[in-house]
């Protein structure tokens, strides 16, 4: 008895969970394996003497960066033009995004206020939100090639990719911060006869204005970081300039562009966190 | 005391002016007018061009040539692989990027008030470098090094999502309770063992949501890193819109937009599961 507890007292002499661990280290690397095989994982390739040749003289050529006054001076103008494709892509997708929200806010329906909304309004709201939502769906990268087969390479394609996605995008969102909110004041101007107009105006809007700008400053950073990635399809500013350099191996330039880029958008967080801030 | 004279009814006041050298709203809304013209007016947008009739019967051919989608067996049974490939991508960066976040998070982070966290600074200078750059220009610089295909898409997202969740690792560490650790490091238990029983059993819960937010964001982005040739439906896509195969390329939109929208789905259903 005095020895039997003596044995179970005594720490075990193995890990006792050592079943359980070698199963699902066993079930990790059979689920891993498919999914290396899939993306063609080889992490030797990268050690391989070619390619360690063909990445070393590109990294070497990184330093110094390009710093000429001509380099210099395209590299303002393309950072201009990206923040500029952003600007004006969310301008444009402001033009989507608030008439769809008014449009399919639930809180500014008339027929809502006793009851059940009618069918055909809420048939058209639903319809308003499938629109945002396949807007939203597909990415701005895929509307930019799209846009560069019609309209051709440059910002045109930019600008309208951006507008559509965020279009999608900033209408969702508003709509949420619409219908988050208190719906008292609204219901009670709707309800004493003024029109739906008024009532967002003098409602719904001095309510959410806050949060509504708060989120469209935050857009508009994404809107600046998206736009130096449309540049690689070819929709202008400073991603374009970047995808050429780098297809020349030119390590300086992309070096010098990659800096300005987290410059620019570092710029752009504290423009937007200090915006933010000041509207509480 | 005496009391403080009172109308009877509050003083009429007028509104405020609309505009006044001290109003910061109204400094900061021209600012914005004119940005927004000044953005305008600085892209040379081909509106003329793009609105024109013919533009618009050229779009009209162009979103005409769409359809039908290309729906032969074969065609969609390589879409599927695609698809297939996109989501390998984004699950083994994650679990790649979930590692090396995890790693570089613990010198990025002060433990406990006496660590005097040498490697806090340059650590974090690092996983700000990673995160900064876009995945899409991680993966054209790395395709440099691996080779066109998913290889260089996975490594990219695996190195962008290192920036990302290396922070969010950190900030989750430097935020965990510190009582049950200083209670180890009080009985002298050593720096590794004190993370592993007392830091990181708190914080899992938090890693895994991060982890499977980030997830969530990187199935979106694996599916457009391949039109820079990084695979996955991407390079399908800009394979076949490089030879105006329309149908093709409706086909693949199609794809991604259904999965896109699926793990919309799955994210929001999640989601209001697990915060009901």
């Given amino acids: ?280 | 005391m005496k009391p403080m004279p009172s109308a009877a009814n509050a003083p009429y006041r007028l509104p405020p002016p609309l505009f006044s050298l001290r109003c910061r709203a109204c400094w900061f809304t021209l600012a914005l007018v004119l940005l927004v013209v000044a953005s305008f007016w600085s892209l040379d947008l081909q509106w003329s061009q793009f609105l024109s009739l013919a533009a618009l019967q050229s779009m009209g051919r162009f979103v005409g040539e769409f359809f039908p989608p290309d729906t032969s067996v074969a065609f969609l049974s390589k879409v599927a692989v695609a698809t297939w490939e996109t989501l390998a991508m984004s699950a083994l960066g994650t679990l790649l990027a979930t590692a090396a976040g995890l790693l570089l998070a613990l010198p990025a982070s002060r433990l406990h008030a006496s660590d005097a966290a040498r490697a806090r600074t340059p650590a974090r200078l690092v996983l700000n470098a990673l995160r900064a750059v876009p995945e899409l220009v991680w993966a054209g610089l790395l395709i440099i090094a691996a080779g066109l295909g998913p290889f260089a898409g996975t490594l990219a997202l695996a190195v962008h999502t290192t920036g990302v969740l290396g922070r969010l690792f950190a900030e989750a560490m430097e935020n965990a309770a510190p009582g049950p650790a200083a209670a180890l490091r009080a009985q002298g238990v050593a720096g590794g063992r004190v993370f592993l029983y007392a830091t990181l059993p708190q914080i899992v819960p938090q890693l895994l949501s991060y982890t499977l937010y980030r997830w969530e964001n990187n199935i979106r982005a694996a599916a457009v890193l391949g039109v820079v040739g990084a695979g996955g439906l991407g390079q399908l896509l800009a394979f076949h819109m490089g030879l105006f195969h329309m149908g093709k390329t409706a086909t693949i939109l199609g794809a991604m937009l259904l999965l896109v929208a699926a793990v919309d789905a799955l994210s929001y259903g999640a989601r209001r599961l697990l915060t009901r």
């Avoid at chain 1, 498919?34 to 063609?40: H, N, Q, S």
């Avoid at chain 1, 006793?114 to 309004?121: C, H, L, Q, V």
């Avoid at chain 1, 003098?202 to 130096?228: D, F, H, K």
Wanted: hydrophobic content about 55%.
């Fill in chain 1, 1 to 280: 008895m005095a020895a039997a507890s003596g044995i179970a007292l005594q720490a075990p002499q193995r890990d006792p969970a050592w079943l359980g661990r070698v199963f699902w280290c066993g079930a990790a690397l059979v689920l891993l394996w498919p999914l290396a095989v899939a993306t063609e994982f080889r992490p030797w390739l990268l050690f391989d003497e070619r390619s360690l040749q063909v990445s070393g003289q590109f990294l070497r050529s990184f330093w110094p960066p390009a710093h000429d006054a001509d380099f210099l001076m395209m590299v303002l103008r393309e950072s201009w033009r990206t923040v500029a494709i952003a600007t004006a892509g969310l301008s444009l997708a402001l033009l989507i995004a608030v008439p769809a929200t008014l449009v399919s806010t639930r809180v500014l329906s008339l027929s809502a206020l006793s009851g059940r909304m009618a069918g055909g309004p809420f048939w058209l709201r639903q319809a308003v939100r499938w629109a945002l939502i396949v807007l939203r769906s597909v990415p701005e990268l895929v509307w930019a090639l799209v846009f560069v087969r019609v309209v051709g390479l440059g910002p045109t394609a930019g600008v309208l990719a951006i507008a559509l996605t965020y279009g999608g995008m900033l209408g969702k969102v508003y709509g949420e911060i619409l219908e988050s909110g208190e719906a008292h004041a609204t219901e009670t101007l709707l309800r004493n006869g003024a029109s739906r107009l008024q009532a967002f105006c003098y409602g719904l809007l001095p309510q959410n204005a806050a949060e509504l700008t708060s989120y469209t400053v935050y857009r508009w950073e994404c809107a600046i970081r998206s736009s130096v990635v449309l540049g690689f399809v070819g929709a202008g500013g400073l991603g374009q300039q970047l995808d050429g350099s780098m297809k020349l191996f030119n390590g300086g330039e992309v070096l010098s562009m990659l800096l300005v880029f987290v410059l620019l958008v570092a710029l752009a967080d504290r423009i937007s966190a200090g915006l933010r801030r000041s509207l509480g």
